[in-house]
T-cell receptor, first 112, second 115 residues
């Protein structure tokens, strides 16, 4: 079934460690997004990519980096994790930009 | 700045009853408006969207929403709720913001369906 695959499903991480969340889509969508979901705050955009080779900052980019080497993959890296980055992270895509159309099932990340 | 308010954190309805979830937005121009649904442990699914034209929008799973500019609202409705509709619902407003379409999500309304 076509869609978005995120890995890992969940992770507990010590503060200060480096972590990469993986996201792969098989729909050949141009645009991809990373959101974090926190209770009472809804979803907030971390980074986005309108097409392979380009990325941009969303609402809450500090402490995160992304790359878009090809159409299918859009990894999110926490260079040095902090407890405030404890959250559920969702990768999403859309065919040509605009609102996100498809979401992965999320990665639940706990930073201790 | 654009924003979305979903005033109801939690709503309980009986199966077969009608449903209306409230959404109010703030946006300077004509907004793009969306409703998403999230089942436990899953990502969000787009239910419907409004860009322009007819203010009554039909979506998937029997849902509809009505854009009312005068009230800055985009309420989601369903005439008869099914147990499988129990989930969390997010309203969102979108607009262009320097290179990408900024979509701002509300904080969600959790729907419980009782027999």
């Amino acid at each position: 079934i076509a869609g978005i695959t995120q890995a890992p499903t969940s992770q507990i991480l010590a503060a200060g460690r480096r972590m990469t969340l993986r996201c792969t889509q098989d729909m050949r969508h141009n645009a991809m997004y990373w959101y974090r979901q926190d209770l009472g705050l809804g979803l907030r955009l971390i980074h986005y990519s309108n097409t392979a080779g380009t990325t941009g900052k969303g609402e809450v980019p500090d402490g995160y980096s992304v790359s878009r080497a090809n159409t299918d993959d859009f990894p999110l890296t926490l260079a040095s994790a902090v407890p405030s980055q404890t959250s559920v992270y969702f990768c999403a895509s859309s065919r040509d930009g605009g609102q996100p159309q498809h979401f992965g099932d999320g990665t639940r990340l706990s930073i201790l | 700045a654009q924003s979305v308010t979903q005033p109801d954190i939690h709503i309980t309805v009986s199966e077969g009853a009608s449903l209306e979830l409230r959404c109010n937005y703030s946006y300077g121009a004509t907004p793009y408006l969306f409703w998403y649904v999230q089942s436990p442990g899953q990502g969000l699914q787009l239910l419907l969207k409004y860009f322009s034209g007819d203010t009554l929008v039909q979506g998937i799973k029997g849902f509809e929403a009505e854009f009312k500019r005068s009230q800055s609202s985009f309420n989601l409705r369903k005439p008869s709720v099914h147990w499988s509709d129990a989930a969390e619902y997010f309203c969102a407003v979108g607009g262009n913001s320097g290179g990408y379409q900024k979509v701002t999500f509300g904080t969600g309304t959790k729907l419980q369906v009782i027999p």
